[in-house]
Nanobody
């Protein structure tokens, strides 16, 4: 069974940092593009960033310079390092395995003082 499990979300103050993880099972992420999305209450799901099999990355303008994607193929896991967090980053964050369009269940990130 193909499964993606996100973790690492929580409550953080503005300006703080969090690192999200997305662990894959039932499938190997090596050689495949992975991505992160987020969905805030009352809003559509939006693209956050993507990382290719060769670790090339791309980001939404709203997070560029603050968020960093990385991957550890040996651990079958991708990471989203989020720095300088803002209240508008509050959302449920999802990872996605592009090839088979598999999504995780999401992890809540709340940025508030």
């Amino acid at each position: 069974q193909v499964q993606l499990v996100e973790s690492g979300g929580g409550l953080v103050q503005p300006g703080g940092s969090l690192r999200l993880s997305c662990a894959a099972s039932g499938i190997r992420i090596s050689g495949n593009t992975m991505a992160w999305y987020r969905q805030a209450p009352g809003r559509q799901r939006e693209f956050v960033g993507t990382i290719t099999s060769s670790a090339n990355t791309g980001y939404a303008d709203s997070v560029k310079g603050r968020f960093t994607l990385s991957r550890d193929n040996a651990k079958n896991t991708v990471y989203l390092q989020m720095d300088s967090l803002k209240p508008e980053d509050t959302a449920v964050y999802y990872c996605r395995f592009f090839l088979f369009d598999v999504w995780g269940q999401g992890t809540q990130v709340t940025v508030s003082s």
